[in-house]
């Protein structure tokens, strides 16, 4: 247990000022520690690009190796996002030959910090490496600061990286997103240009992710090779009660979550992680954290560092987290609302309607250019929140569709219509007042907009909700394709209206013929009904339900057309990952399904038999007694003949998953798991969660999902 939360139970005070970004070397740290020639160069950089010197490089290494011994660290690593989702790190030690006198030496030199050489062979590349060729780069991201991350292993000198291959081609999750930044602020530079900032020279995106988790008892959930091998249930009957009281939502947190939350907003306020909220979220066991807004590149570091910590954290006070997209079948799965916004450096949220949103012609223009982003490529931005999990949420009562839309609120859906029907807005809806009819309670104005929560892409006032991203899943690629879209569209309204003679005539055109054009993607109403599926169907918009089925989209014509044309990717880095993600689909569906088979022959056939015959014997006894045995006798029946479907479905899923093994990996092979031994999956869980809820609990061979998720 730290210090930190021995205070908290002895009730001495924190101070959550002094704590945050401890471990951080900061532009703060960097400015009482390096000469001002220095801090401004690194300040030059990150703003506007370019490189470091070697020299200033050695004199920045010099003064973060010194910063890091005194935190503790006697180790240093670069810290990147490789594509299997996750992060990873090579930890070198700070000491170097000793000198003469044999006395150790510490050491770390710009060259050190600036670039690293992992072995590239043994990660994902989709084939733009061979196994023989081991030879990546990673690069240190000034825009990103290093940070102390403090483990088992000790205090460690962590410095975000971008990690290439050794002929240019991204291997990462940050290269892309680093460059998508760059085109996205070029593009929108351009537009805020034609109405007058003279003064903004970068416009970055901002992104707060909601991330949301389970939490489950760590002994009891070592008793199941599911959540040990794939992170979620392959079998399990629901509880008796799930979340249909709404109770946990927003609910008292017990206090095991609460001293585990409070040891997590510890640690992530050391990182410089702005953890904001916490709660207890709409499914038994499932909690919820977020941070406030920050640079999208740093926000994608830090969702990984609060995962991260969420994992380990969980292992200090017994639980187990579960990032699991759907872990409990039944009841909420989990998502990650990726919360997007676009702001000058001078302050002005491109996304900030104001108190007249009909008069702001640039919000108008910039919400035009989304609308078309969107709608043109939805299949992209579908693509961007697939992974195995989210297969098993899109689309379900608790998250949103597979089909992408946009949801605008009353207000701004009305500004629309009219623009679209007369060219103008004649006038505009307003909030009111809620008035409680209390005397002691205070009136108060309203926004003039509700919330949708079936809307996988919301406005919510200032900002963007992408909503279908999951909760185990990088941010990286969604806000990569999120800056990329809306980068392509900046860009094309741009050389209209840069061209055009007359601007203000120029501009209102532009915004009702996108408008126009684009209107289909808006739906205000329930994402969950049937009814709209069928009403996307008659707008055209894209239905794609899997994962598999939405790879496609990174290698059609007009996917590599955009993302070659702002450099954010070539060609092979997209068939790469288009490679990577089949392979990742296959192999995590395999490792599944071998789970499943496993578990049915060690656990579940051996303990339903061992029941069904303590039920023969109370049979056998009971008849022999002269009693009436027809209860025994056909419970003895129903448990054995669900037990020959057990087996059958048992062997059937060995035989489709060998042959899926068997099978050259790509595109076929993701399919084969997809459409043969997924449907294989389902048919051996059925008879299995039926058994479970009639077999005496003392045999059941693994805890429940009642044990699981109210016994915490």
Known sequence: MSDLSKSFENNERIDVEELFGNNVFSLGVMRERLPESVFTEIETVIEHGGELSLATADIVARAMKEWAIEKGATHYTHWFQPLTGITAEKHDSFVSHPDREGRMLM???????????????????GGLRATFEARGYTAWDLTSPAFIKETATGPT????????????????????????LEALSTQALRIVRLFGNTEA?????????????FLVDQAKALKREDLIFTGRTLFGSPAPKGQELD???????????????????????????????????????????????????????????????????????????????KPFAGVNGSGKHNNWSITTDNGINLLEPGESPNENVQFLLVLACIMKAVDTHA???????????????????????????????????????Q?????????????????????????????ATDRNRTSPFAFTGNKFEFRMVGSEDSIGSPNTTLNAIVAEAFCEAADRLEAAEDFDLAVHDLIKEYMTKHQRIIFNGDGYSPEWVEEAARRGLPNIPSMVEAVGTLVTDKSIKLFEKFGIFTRSELESRAEILYETYAKAINIEALTMVDMANKQLVPAV???????????????????????????????????TKMQEARVNLSIIEKEGSAMERGRQQAFYYREKVVPAMEELRKPAD?????VDKSYWPFPTYADLMFEV
């Open 419 to 447: 623009l679209v029907e007369t060219g103008k807005v004649s006038n505009i809806k307003e909030g009111g007042t809620l008035q409680t009819g209390v005397s002691t309670l205070p009136d108060f104005e309203i926004d």
């Open 201 to 213: 020279t970068s416009v970055n995106a901002s992104v707060g992710a909601e991330q949301e988790y």
């Open 609 to 643: 038999i061992r029941f069904s015959g303590k039920l023969a014997d109370t049979v056998n006894a009971t008849v022999a007694a002269g009693g009436d045995a027809t209860v025994a006798s056909d419970l003895l029946k129903r448990v054995t003949g669900l037990l």
């Open 247 to 325: 109770d946990h939502y927003f609910g008292v947190i017990r206090e095991r979550i609460g001293a585990f939350m409070h040891d997590v907003n510890i640690e992530l306020w050391k990182l410089g992680v702005t953890a904001k909220t916490q709660h207890n979220e709409a499914a038994p066991a499932q909690h919820e954290i977020a941070p406030i807004y920050e640079s999208a590149n740093i926000a994608v570091d830090h969702n990984q560092l609060v995962m991260e910590t969420l994992k380990r954290v969980a292992g200090k006070h017994g639980l187990r987290c579960l990032l699991h997209e």
């Open 157 to 180: 000198l962590c410095i975000p990286t971008a990690f290439c291959s050794y002929t240019g081609e991204a291997l990462d999750k940050k290269t892309p997103l680093l460059r998508s």
């Open 107 to 125: 050491d770390f030199r710009g060259k050190e910090l600036i670039k690293g050489e992992p072995d590239a062979s043994s990660f994902p590349s």
């Open 690 to 694: 039926e058994l479970e809820r009639i």
């Open 379 to 417: 299949d992209l931005l579908r693509q961007s929140a697939s992974n195995v999990g989210n297969d098993h949420r899109l689309g379900g009562f608790e998250a949103p569709p597979a089909i992408i839309s946009m949801f605008l609120g009353e207000q701004l859906e009305d500004v629309v219509r």
